[in-house]
T-cell receptor
Framework: QKEVEQDPGPLSVPEGAIVSLNCTYS??????FMWYRQYSRKGPELLMY????GNKEDGRFTAQVDKSSKYISLFIRDSQPSDSATYLC???????????FGSGTRLLVRP | SQTIHQWPATLVQPVGSPLSLECTVE??????LYWYRQAAGRGLQLLFY??????ISSEVPQNLSASRPQDRQFILSSKKLLLSDSGFYLC????????????FGPGTRLLVL
C-alpha cells in the first residue's frame, strides 16, 4: 500500500463547477499538507499548505485536512478552463525533510 | 524574491552517454535543495537531498549522483545513461529545515534513446 493515495482521474467538469480533489494517507505522523498544481511539461506550483487539521481558504481554493480520517481535500470554486492541470497532494512529518507525494489527479475544466 | 533555474529544459541523449543537469537558486542563501524524477503519469520520486555545500543524501541507489559545489548550485550527474533514466527531472528548494514546504524549478525533460 502506498503511503499517499490519489485518484489519477481524469476528472472532467464544466466551467463554473465546484471541484473536489482528495488524497488519503496511512501515516498518522504527517503534520504538514500541501497541494501543488502542475501544468503539462512544467514544474509543480505550490497552491496551498496547511498544518495539522482544519480548513484554509485562499480565493477560490479551500484546503481541508481531516487527520482522524487521514483524508485531505482541495476544493476549487467557480472552476475555470485555466484550472485544467494535474493536482498533486504532498505531506510530511513534523521533523522530516522529505515530502511524500500522491501520484496526482488530472483535472479538465470544459468551457 | 527567490528564483530557481534549471537547464537544459530538454535533453535527448543516447544510452551510455554522460549526463549533467544543473539547478541554481537566486535570492536566498544556504537553501535546502532537492532533486526529483517524475515518470510519465507518476508521482515525484525523491532522488537526492542537500542541506549544504558537499552534503548530499541519496534516497534511491541507482545510476545517478549529485553534487553541490556552491551554496546555491545543485548538479545531477550520470556517467552512463540507461533507458530507464528517461523522465522529467525537477529541482526544488526550501529556505531551511523550518520552512514548511518546497518550491520547484521548471524541470528538465530527459529522453534517453
Amino acid at each position: 500500500q502506498k503511503e499517499v493515495e490519489q485518484d489519477p482521474g481524469p476528472l472532467s467538469v464544466p466551467e463554473g463547477a465546484i471541484v473536489s480533489l482528495n488524497c488519503t494517507y496511512s501515516n498518522s505522523a504527517f503534520q504538514y499538507f500541501m497541494w501543488y498544481r502542475q501544468y503539462s511539461r512544467k514544474g509543480p506550483e505550490l497552491l496551498m499548505y496547511t498544518y495539522s487539521s482544519g480548513n484554509k481558504e485562499d480565493g477560490r481554493f479551500t484546503a481541508q485536512v481531516d487527520k482522524s480520517s487521514k483524508y485531505i481535500s482541495l476544493f476549487i470554486r467557480d472552476s475555470q478552463p485555466s484550472d485544467s492541470a494535474t493536482y498533486l497532494c504532498a505531506m510530511r512529518e513534523d521533523s522530516s525533510y522529505k515530502l511524500i507525494f500522491g501520484s496526482g489527479t488530472r483535472l479538465l475544466v470544459r468551457p | 524574491s527567490q528564483t530557481i533555474h534549471q537547464w537544459p529544459a530538454t535533453l535527448v541523449q543516447p544510452v551510455g552517454s554522460p549526463l549533467s543537469l544543473e539547478c541554481t537558486v537566486e535570492g536566498t542563501s544556504n537553501p535546502n535543495l532537492y532533486w526529483y524524477r517524475q515518470a510519465a503519469g507518476r508521482g515525484l520520486q525523491l532522488l537526492f537531498y542537500s542541506v549544504g555545500i558537499g552534503q548530499i543524501s541519496s534516497e534511491v541507489p541507482q545510476n545517478l549522483s549529485a553534487s553541490r559545489p556552491q551554496d546555491r548550485q545543485f548538479i545531477l550527474s550520470s556517467k552512463k545513461l540507461l533507458l530507464s533514466d528517461s523522465g522529467f527531472y525537477l529541482c526544488a528548494w526550501r529556505r531551511d529545515a523550518v520552512q514548511e514546504t518546497q518550491y520547484f524549478g521548471p524541470g528538465t525533460r530527459l529522453l534517453v534513446l
